[in-house]
């Protein structure tokens, strides 16, 4: 059966000539020189650039979709994980199994999976959907496909044949279990467990959102917690990075993210926090560079979002990122983004790595974390020295009883924002002066204020019912979208989004109601007043968001001057907001879909998808110079978290993440001959 083709909207809106770069070549660059997709990011690098130049403006109106694979069977849903294109096959996970799952390239036939036995402390995970990706080895010539699971059991599998490889880890005392081929994780955390159920929530939870990543031999694993907005008690345990041989199993080191005493950052710590309390994961993926022997860990915040009062100091290493020696774990350099992290600026996405050549210092290793702060913080990759000044200045006190904030917080001079920071009268939506004043009232009983505007309690004396977070925990830069790079030329793409918060803290009893199975025994004195990610922020009565667009955008950052090139609003202004009689004979312009959008970069533009004003599904080929559009479709379906490109048999593809299927477009040139859909 031949497999349908994407139908097709207006083309070639215009193709600019892009101005030539001079091109800084470097190992690493050559490293990303590849027709495969090695990582859930393209590369150690997390760049998701492909070389591949097939696909082209004058040529992407004739993308065909060339398969969907559809992972309904293994109850995937979320669609979160960017499949690895390694020796002419895609290796995945899917579902909340996390099925580990082999893809036919030129088909999308299955070849093979392979399923952990069920166990309480996998089936508890509330990251079991998240995996995002699988992790490679080569191990005596045999290729090696590595995943964490949910429940914390780290697989080897032999990449042929979907079988848990001989003589890597040992036998679990749990029925069901391969007698090879599985390291239980648990056992190297410290933690008192039961091999079945796990750590007892009364001690904490630990799981996995992301893959491992495996760098000159040595497997190095992230974790995950329970979701900072969901917990309203205090203990819990740390998430410690863990490291294993990748031929073997063999337990190398762990490097603890709240440091213990006579350890770097211990006197971070007060009131021996350290001894009870969690978190510091590193749910969003790794980046390494194997030629320096570094693996980059961003982390998320310590236990409970929105309160630490019981945890005071400024909790190293929490929001930070750590630059980590492969071989023995030791810390090479750290930074922290937020001091005391009570707002969910946690780190969302990998950090990308690129060699840059700065004006008057030449060549630079260079790594860039964004965040949802919506700053970019830049760093000699290899010393951790800052590219540019990130300064200490003061922000607001808070006001909640028992909370004792950091007095000033790190900025980033450069570059500069690429999305709002914070919120005052001037940012709220005023296409017309009734509408202004619609904003202004409706925002009336919450606390405006800067990017660190503190969380408020209920019952404060200011009359507030809460605090304006702006970009809140789901603002900025976040992992529905990560970053993408163009490491032939150093130009960072940046999706975006405004996306408020509002922050409301009630008792810890109340809020202990809200949680069912939360960890740990202690309650704190305030939580988050739930249940879901935090207080809904205003709405305007006109149904249009409550701030000025672009509700969403992409922006190109010149990372060798730390220039903004370009900003676009992604889409198209929806229809809800385009034909909104508030809005009538008012020119609004493109504001955006107010979506993150997957984006992928190769030899000729940059790819992104998001939607029309109607809600149509679109790809976008985009001039990585300009930002100008230079030839649009109507995609399959609507898609997130990833996108990918790769050759296969001579043909570039390009992978879009559509829900619970994978959708593979290429020129016809690439049809297989009997090419059916699976």
Known sequence: ?????????????????????????????????????????????????????????????????????????????????????????????????????????????????YREPDTPRGEYSMRA??????????????????????????????????????????????????????????????????????????????????????????????????????????????????????????FKWKFNVIPKPGEYGHETWENDAWEWTGDVSSWAPMSADPENNLVYIPTNSATIDYYGGFRPGDNLYGAALIALDV????????????KHEVWNFDNPTAPVLLDLNMPGRGRVQAIAQVTKQAWVYA????????LWPIVDRPVPASIVPGEVLSPTQPHVTKPAPFDMQGI???????????????????????QMGPLFNPPIHAGNDTGKFAAMNCPGGAGGANITAPAVADPTS??????????????????GEEADLLYPNTTGTTLSEWANAGPGATARPPRHPAGIPLWKPPYS???????????????IPTGETPNRIKNNPALAGVDIGNTGTGALVPMVTTANMLVYSDQASDGTPMLYAIDKQTGEIMSEIEAPARSSYGMSSWVHDGHQYLLLQTGSKLTALALPAAQAEAGAAH
């Open 1 to 113: 059966m031949q497999a349908p083709t994407v139908r097709r909207f207006s083309l070639a809106l215009g193709s600019a000539v892009a101005a030539i770069l001079a091109v800084f070549t470097s190992n690493l660059v050559s490293a990303q020189n590849t027709s495969e997709w090695l990582t859930l990011g393209g590369d150690f690098a997390h760049t998701r650039y492909s070389a591949a130049d097939e696909i082209t403006a004058e040529n992407f109106k004739d993308l065909e979709v060339m398969w969907e694979w559809d992972g309904a069977s293994f109850h995937a849903v979320s669609g979160r994980s960017t499949p690895s294109l390694i020796d002419g096959r895609l290796y995945t996970v899917a579902g909340n199994k996390r099925y580990v799952v082999a893809i036919d390239p030129k088909t999308g036939e299955t070849l093979w999976s």
């Open 129 to 250: 959907d998240y995996g995002k990706g699988v992790a490679f080895a080569r191990i005596d010539g045999k290729l090696v496909i590595y995943i964490v699971s949910p429940g914390f059991f780290l697989t080897a599998l032999d990449a042929e044949t979907g079988v848990p490889l001989e003589g890597f880890g040992g036998a679990v005392p749990i029925d069901g279990f391969p007698d090879t081929g599985v390291v239980d994780l648990m056992a190297d955390l410290g933690h008192p467990y039961d091999p079945y159920d796990g750590i007892p929530l009364e001690t904490g939870y630990i799981t996995s959102s992301s893959p491992p990543i495996v760098v000159n031999g040595v497997i190095i694993v992230g974790n995950s917690a329970e979701q900072g907005y969901h917990q309203s008690r205090v203990e819990n345990v740390p998430g410690d990075i863990l490291a294993y041989d990748a031929r073997t199993g063999d």
């Open 327 to 338: 071989t023995t774990g030791e810390r090479a350099w750290h930074f922290q983004m937020v």
């Open 379 to 386: 760093f000699d990759r290899i010393t951790g020295e800052p």
């Open 424 to 446: 005052t009268i001037d940012d709220l939506a005023d296409f017309t002066p009734e509408i202004r004043q619609q904003a202004i009232e409706a925002i009336s009983d919450y």
């Open 490 to 507: 150093g130009i960072l793409y940046v999706s975006s989004h405004k996306a408020c918060f509002a922050l409301r803290l009630i008792p």
């Open 553 to 567: 955008r992409i922006t190109a950052i010149d990372m060798n001057t730390g220039e903004h090139l370009w900003m």
